[in-house]
């Protein structure tokens, strides 16, 4: 979860993990007939692919915008399944990493 707020009037970011399940929606294919939608669990207190390539950019804007983040950092880790390594986990995660490396 991120977000933009006032804290005693002074504007800063906010990022916080989500702690409940999450099911991610993954469209069928228009190009394959037999192709169907499926619900896809994702537990919370887990970065995964997509949370945490959000995640990093959102550092990045928070930095070039100047302000202050406060990360709620409740996170159990990042997910390590087949699926994910190959959806670029390890990519995104260091992504996160560079990310607040390079935050000024």
């Keep these: 979860?991120?977000?933009?707020?006032?804290?005693?009037?002074?504007?800063?970011?906010?990022?916080?993990?989500?702690?409940?399940?999450?099911?991610?929606?993954?469209?069928?294919?228009?190009?394959d007939v037999n192709s169907r939608e499926a619900i896809l669990p994702q537990a919370g207190q887990v970065l995964f692919p997509d949370s945490s390539y959000k995640t990093a950019q959102a550092i990045k804007d928070f930095?070039?915008?100047?302000?202050?983040?406060?990360?709620f950092a409740n996170w159990r880790g990042f997910s390590g399944g087949s699926r994910d390594m190959?959806?670029?986990?390890?990519?995104?995660?260091?992504?996160?990493?560079?990310?607040?490396?390079?935050?000024?």
């Design 63 to 71: 930095g070039k915008e100047g302000m202050p983040i406060m990360i």
């Design 1 to 31: 979860v991120v977000g933009r707020g006032r804290l005693g009037g002074i504007p800063m970011g906010a990022i916080a993990v989500e702690t409940r399940l999450v099911e991610q929606v993954v469209p069928a294919d228009p190009a």
């Design 86 to 104: 190959a959806g670029g986990i390890l990519k995104f995660g260091a992504m996160i990493v560079d990310a607040l490396r390079e935050y000024e």
